[in-house]
């Protein structure tokens, strides 16, 4: 029997653990902290979990007016044009934390039944590759349990799935009370009064939006013109601009050098960041979002031969071999895409491959991806930024929102839904869609990009009326009127 080691139990682990057992291997997991990883235990499944309850607060905070909702005997809540809300509910943030942990770990509980009852073995501890290779193309994996005690494991092949953590500025070393890191803010029993949040890539904006919709007032520190500069710039423009109207300080072009705990005499502790340009900002809170580091030191991986990048990343091909003969790699340790549907794909393709199996490379031109701030921000394929440099040949249309009578029934106002398609024979190449339930909403650009759908197909297929999906509809028809107007 085929015998397969994982180190690390994220999505690219016990995804690849799963997929292996049903093709007859002996698999083995090493997991460290338990199995679902940082994805279900302090990033991904937390993250969210604590952003629905955000969201509810901004639905009815945002919309409710509007919508003829009245409170506390026919008043309605509002805002006095400074924009300073006078907020008629609010959260238990220590309630909603002991929520998210709980149900964090009943999800771990469940991945880890699920791969248990597959017949995978999931030991406790920390993996280490041995550097030599047998005569018969086995490798070993010396296993570092809880308790200290070693042992040692036989692999025809390794799967590497350690995932990351997060990164830390020498000048702002997380505390765990008020400099913390997005593992940390879980153990908080108070809302934070003013949290500034240095980092506005995508953490960094969940986070400052959730915690602004709870109720903090929340300072965003961006080192770059915009937030989420690695996104499709409208996209970004509507949500800080969003961001903004709703009274967050966004703080563009302005770069953290540190963060220090100081005391405020009487009034307690507070955090002080000092910007590069010497400016300083106070908050009795500070979140640091500046990126993550891979878990890859100490691992004997180079000693192995697995390349690494100077970030720590390991070099992987498309099916998810390292340089190493034998040796697999998923997940944000690979610095491919940070995602876990992507870690998930990268680790089932690692054991199709090595097994036998027929197996299709990744590609990324097919991954959807969302950013649960409100609205959500969600995106397929091709972007705005691989048209206007030339890179496809191609062409867009945007439609906002505002034009849809399911959106004007809801009183949803920012957002828009962005279709780009192939010149000449309509193919959908991408797509991005902002608005509430944005992940849901970008499934069929994303069922098209997959299949090579066109706009005739999409503005073809029925769709409801009223709902936001008929926008999707809307925009490829418009691209379809274009493709006609030009004879093509």
Request: net charge negative; aromatic share 4%.
């Amino acid at each position: 029997m085929t015998r397969i080691v994982i180190i690390g139990g994220g999505p690219g682990g016990y995804e690849a653990a799963l997929v292996a057992a049903q093709l007859g291997a002996e698999v083995t997991v090493v997991d460290r902290d338990g199995l679902g990883g940082a994805s279900v235990l302090t990033d991904c499944v937390p993250s969210k979990t604590l952003i629905a309850t955000a969201e509810v607060m901004t639905t009815f905070d945002s919309s409710h007016a509007e919508l003829g909702i009245v409170l506390d005997g026919g008043r309605e809540a509002g805002g006095d044009p400074g924009g300073n809300r006078r907020r008629m509910i609010g959260a238990d943030l220590g309630k909603v934390n002991r929520r998210v942990k709980r149900l964090a770990l009943a999800q771990s509980h469940d991945i880890t039944a699920s791969v248990t009852r597959a017949g995978v073995r999931v030991l406790r501890g920390r993996g280490r590759l041995e550097p030599d290779q047998a005569p018969d193309g086995s490798r070993r994996v010396t296993v570092a349990d809880l308790e200290g005690e070693s042992r040692e494991l036989v692999a025809d092949a390794v799967l590497v799935a350690t995932g990351g953590h997060p990164r830390e500025l020498a000048d702002a070393r997380p505390d765990g009370e008020r400099i913390l890191n997005w593992t940390q803010v879980y153990d908080m029993e108070e809302l934070p009064e003013e949290l500034i949040v240095v980092g506005s890539g995508v953490t960094g904006a969940e986070f400052a939006g959730a915690y602004q919709a709870l109720g903090s007032r929340v300072t965003l520190i961006s080192s770059r013109d915009r937030v989420l500069p690695g996104e499709d710039p409208d996209a970004a423009a509507v949500l800080e601009d969003v961001f903004r109207r709703r009274g967050m300080n966004v703080m563009a072009r302005s770069r953290a050098a540190a963060a220090k705990r100081v005391s405020d005499g009487a009034d307690g502790d507070r955090v002080e960041v000092t910007l590069s340009d010497g400016r300083t900002i106070s908050g009795t809170h500070c979140l640091m979002a500046v990126g993550a580091v891979p878990n890859t030191a100490d691992m004997g991986l180079e000693e192995a031969g697995v390349r690494l990048r100077d970030s720590g990343h390991i070099v992987t091909d498309r099916v998810s071999r390292t340089t190493a003969p034998g040796v697999y790699a998923a997940g944000d340790c690979t610095g491919v895409f940070a995602l876990a549907s992507v870690a998930a794909m990268q680790g089932r393709i690692a054991m199709y491959h090595f097994l036998g199996d027929t197996v299709a490379p990744l590609d990324l031109t097919t991954v959807s991806a969302n950013i649960f701030t409100d609205p959500e921000i969600a995106t397929i394929g091709r972007t705005q930024a691989d048209v206007d440099e030339g890179r496809i040949d191609a062409r867009v249309v945007k439609l906002p929102l505002l034009r849809n009578a399911r959106a004007k029934m809801q009183g949803i106002r920012d957002g828009f839904v962005k279709l780009i398609c192939r010149q000449g024979t309509g193919i959908v190449v991408g797509g991005v869609v902002v608005a509430p339930r944005a992940s849901e909403l970008i499934h069929p650009i994303s069922v098209a990009v997959d299949n090579g759908l066109t706009v005739d197909q999409i503005a073809k297929a029925f769709t409801v009326y009223p709902s936001l999906s008929g926008s999707i509809a809307e925009a490829a028809r418009q691209l379809q009127a274009r493709h006609r107007a030009e004879g093509r």
